[in-house]
């Protein structure tokens, strides 16, 4: 039964607005996989209203670190930035959080032997560093590419010792000066082998990816976002336009992870 | 003492009064895939049309306080799809399944109900609700649910190609919703629902543009509570066929106060993007009451009312 009630573990401030919460993940809910999501209940009153929608960032699965009873933890990096996440901002080790997930279609295992260059702007740093953890762990080399517009809005992440972090700043304060996208042009350029690209972050950016991999003839997975109602598939509000007769899939379901040339760019 | 929850439509009876309300909840697969859905009486799916439809341009939904503006756009597989992908995991499902149908204007509504009912031998669906809150295609795009004699040609049309129950589901965006009501009972529906969602519209400032791309939207949820119990007790007192009640139904004591208004059944619709297994529990706090008050079942509530 994917409803449970995590516990919240951890709630810290990883930058400027940015929180990563780490929560208990009872041991008979399926464990998620990088680029799914879940749906938290932020209130028990009509405003906000709405479940919202976090990628998840980071799982320990029960087997591998010490509880009584056991439990999994996972992890979520969101921005506060409106009421149900100034609600979330508040929450304190102890608090109850009411989860639905794990939730949809997550990003594809790369190739063997290829190099997956790992891109994330935004609330994108979550489902992505999973990404890079969870390939890093896999025995693949990733590199992962953080963008943010100055240094005290980019996240303080823990990534595993075999992800090569790479980081840029609008502003040139921390890191490369430019966007990750200059910055992942940059690094297709010197980065030799069979390059797969996977992307989470603003429409803008995962556009910008979607462009720099087909001019280098590079296959590439976004992790699109929409404002959701029920998370299934049972709703159609999560729409984005894709190249399909049917003209839209749901991110909830189909995604959020799509090839991007499936995506019918604006 | 023993509480009955079971409502009569149509010669027809549903065990349980509360159902989950249409395009809140698919076609089941959607949820059942996470959860049991029993203890929820009635699913109402999402609306079914001839063709089928794309949907509106994005974003389909926006919260608002208290509430959710909603353009979905009846996005939807059509009927043949409906009939070859949904229609065969409803006998599995542990509750009555009762087919929303939308059209274009009146004769499309019966055609689409004839239809389902020449695919459906083994009868998986329990009965159809008729959506009239859509625009009339052929009478230039005016609701034609705001229009009585289009509603009663409606149900009449509808009412001949089935003998399954027939519920018409009513728009509260009309000036005297009872007068609609009526007009549904005198085409021979079995039932009405209300309400469908309420006109709305929300604007970005800064974009200086409205929210969703379709400009209006249904506003439903906690925000129109008061719209669809108001409505509820109006249309029960001009009708004598049962009213179902819905709009902003968030809690058992939600559901009461359409019941003592006149209700004999309800849905609960956005209250499932909130808590997929609110309405069983809904169903238990309906119940509760009635122990509390010594009612042995749902017409014994109507008659409540101070
Ligand atoms: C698949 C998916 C994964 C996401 N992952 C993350 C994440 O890892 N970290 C993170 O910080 N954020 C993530 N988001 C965005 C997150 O859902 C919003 O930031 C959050 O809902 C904002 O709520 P609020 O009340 O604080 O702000 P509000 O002021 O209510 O909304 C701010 C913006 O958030 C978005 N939003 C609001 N309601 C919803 C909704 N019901 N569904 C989807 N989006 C909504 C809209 O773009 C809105 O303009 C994700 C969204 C999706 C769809
Ligand atoms: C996302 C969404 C989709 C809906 N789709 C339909 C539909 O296809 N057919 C229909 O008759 N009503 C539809 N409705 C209206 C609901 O069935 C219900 O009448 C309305 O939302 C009021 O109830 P609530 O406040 O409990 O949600 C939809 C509502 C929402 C929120
Ligand atoms: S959020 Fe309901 S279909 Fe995706």
């Not at chain 1, 409803?3 to 990883?14: H, K």
């Not at chain 1, 464990?31 to 932020?42: E, I, M, N, Y």
């Not at chain 2, 004598?240 to 009640?245: E, F, L, M």
């Not at chain 2, 529990?281 to 014994?300: K, M, P, T």
Request: hydrophobic residues 45%; glycine residues 12%; proline residues 8%.
């Amino acid at each position: 039964m994917p409803l449970f009630d995590g516990r919240v573990l951890a709630n810290t401030e990883i930058a400027s607005d940015y929180y990563q919460m780490d929560f208990s993940w009872p041991t008979d809910v399926r464990a998620p996989s990088p680029g799914q999501f879940l749906t938290v209940r932020v209130s028990r009153t009509a405003v906000p209203l709405l479940r919202r929608p976090f990628g998840i960032s980071g799982f320990i699965p029960a087997e591998s670190h010490p509880a009584d009873p056991p439990e999994a933890i996972a992890s979520m990096i969101y921005w506060r930035r409106g009421p149900a996440t100034a609600l979330l901002a508040g929450l304190e080790p102890g608090d109850t959080l009411g989860v639905m997930g794990p939730l949809g279609v997550g990003f594809p295992a790369p190739e063997p032997f290829s190099v997956p260059i790992l891109i994330a702007g935004g609330v994108g740093v979550g489902p992505i560093l999973f990404l890079a953890n969870t390939l890093a762990a896999a025995g693949y080399a990733p590199l992962l590419l953080l963008g943010a517009r100055t240094a005290s809005s980019m996240p303080r992440v823990n990534a595993h010792h075999h992800v090569q972090v790479r980081r840029s700043t609008d502003d040139g304060s921390l890191g490369f000066r430019g966007t990750a996208i200059d910055l992942l042009e940059q690094t297709i350029g010197v980065v030799s082998g069979r390059l797969e690209i996977f992307c989470c972050g603003p429409e803008a950016m995962l556009r910008a990816a979607h462009e720099c991999a087909v001019r280098h003839g590079l296959p590439a997975w976004v992790a699109m976002e929409q404002t959701m109602g029920c998370g299934v598939g049972a709703c159609m509000a999560c729409a984005v336009r894709v190249n399909r007769p049917e003209r839209y899939a749901r991110v909830c379901t189909e995604g959020p992870v799509f090839r991007s040339t499936e995506i019918a760019w604006e | 003492m023993g509480v009955d929850l079971s409502v009569a439509i149509g010669g027809r009876t549903l065990e349980n009064l509360v159902g989950v309300a249409s395009g809140t909840y698919g076609y089941g697969s959607e949820y059942e895939e996470h959860l049991d859905l029993t203890g929820i009486g009635a699913l109402y799916t999402k609306a079914v049309t001839m063709h089928p439809r794309p949907g509106n341009d994005v974003p389909r939904i926006v919260e608002t306080p208290a509430g959710l503006l909603n353009s979905i756009g009846l996005a939807n597989v059509g009927r043949e799809r409906f009939v070859e992908e949904k229609l065969p995991g409803f006998a599995a499902l542990p509750c009555a399944v009762i087919a929303n149908v939308a059209a274009d204007f009146p004769e499309e509504y019966a055609e689409v109900t004839a239809y389902l009912e020449a695919h459906d031998p083994n009868g998986a669906l329990w009965g159809y609700e008729i959506n009239v809150s859509c625009p009339n295609v052929k009478a230039g795009g005016v609701a034609l649910g705001a229009v009585p004699r289009q509603v009663e040609l409606t149900a009449r049309l509808v009412r001949e190609a089935t003998d399954r129950p027939i519920i018409v589901k009513l728009t509260p965006n009309v000036t005297d919703i009872a007068e609609i009501g009526r007009a549904a009972e005198a085409g021979g529906a079995d039932a009405v629902s209300c309400i469908n969602t309420v006109v709305g519209m929300i604007i970005d400032v800064e974009a200086r543009r409205p929210v969703l791309p379709a400009g209006t939207g249904g506003l439903s949820g906690p925000a129109i509570l008061p719209i669809g119990v108001a409505a509820t007790y109006r249309v029960s007192r001009a009708v004598s066929i049962p009213v179902i009640g819905m709009g902003g139904i968030m809690s058992a004591q939600d559901a009461i106060q359409y019941l003592l208004a006149g209700a004999s059944a309800v849905q609960v619709g956005t209250a499932n993007f909130v808590d997929p297994r609110i309405a069983p529990g809904i169903r238990d706090g309906i119940v509760a009451y009635a122990q509390r008050h010594n009612l042995a079942s749902v017409s014994d509530f109507h008659s409540l009312l101070g």
